[in-house]
């Protein structure tokens, strides 16, 4: 019995806790989120027994409509929160690094295979797509990574080698969408081939390094 209460417990602290994070994060950025989830809630509802009341049930309808409003709220909240999470690492060292290891299905990311004294970094991903060197920094990072595809090109031969430069400029991907620019590279290798590459560069490694520390999420959110 007291196992599977421990167990229990384990399970469901991580979620409170990754709820809690985002909820800090997301009040930081955006201190207005509380009210308008508030009013989101409150107004969705009363929709809903004001429906409810035109055609005679407004109780019925406000049980229906309750769920409904939570619904809506969790949301809002659920979008606000991703912008908030890219907003409050977005500059920082290692952002790039931070958003490419949430993405949870189909790509390993080894960060900071190289960096420069300036902190001019270069990350390494392997996926479906093949091997994707994301470059954060001055234009001189270009360089970092044109090393970096020398040396994947020579460790997994034949292997498609992407780059990708995160910033605001022009040819930039914006690291807001950098999560959905990887997941529509179009898949070149099998799973069994991908596999084979990450274990011909996993004995490359990569470099320590401070990544932003905070709830990330796994989508990235819908351009406004």
């Known amino acids: 019995m007291f196992t599977k209460k421990n167990k229990e417990k384990k399970i469901k602290t991580p979620r409170f806790q990754t709820f809690r994070d985002a909820y800090k994060v997301t009040t930081q950025v955006k201190p207005w989120i509380p009210f308008v989830l508030i009013a989101i809630f409150i107004v969705t509802w009363a929709i809903g027994i ?13 049980f229906v ?3 409904l409003a939570a ?16 907003s409050a ?20 990311t080894t960060p900071a295979v190289a960096v420069a004294r300036n902190q001019d970094m270069v990350h390494r991903s392997v ?10 920094g001055s234009q001189s990072v270009r360089q970092m990574m044109s090393d970096e595809k020398k040396k994947a090109e020579r460790f997994a031969p034949g292997v ?19 999560q959905r620019h990887m997941r529509r590279l179009p898949k070149k ?4 081939q991908m596999r084979e590459v990450r274990a011909r560069l996993k004995a490359v490694g990569g470099m320590s ?15 406004r």
Request: proline content about 9%.
């Open 50 to 62: 004001g429906v409810g009341g035109a055609f005679g049930n407004p109780y019925y309808a406000g």
């Open 65 to 67: 409509s309750l769920p």
């Open 71 to 86: 619904l809506l709220t969790l949301f809002f909240f659920t979008r606000q929160a991703g912008n908030a999470a890219y």
């Open 89 to 108: 690492i977005d500059g920082q060292i290692g952002a790039g690094a931070s958003v490419l290891m949430a993405i949870r299905k189909g790509w390993t």
């Open 127 to 136: 996926g479906r797509a093949g091997i994707v060197l994301t470059g954060e």
């Open 160 to 178: 498609p080698v992407i780059e990708i430069l995160v910033g605001k400029e022009d040819g930039r991907v914006p690291i807001q969408k950098l």
């Open 189 to 192: 290798l099998t799973a069994h």
């Open 209 to 223: 390094m401070p990544i932003p520390k905070g709830p990330m999420p796994t989508r990235a959110p819908k351009s």
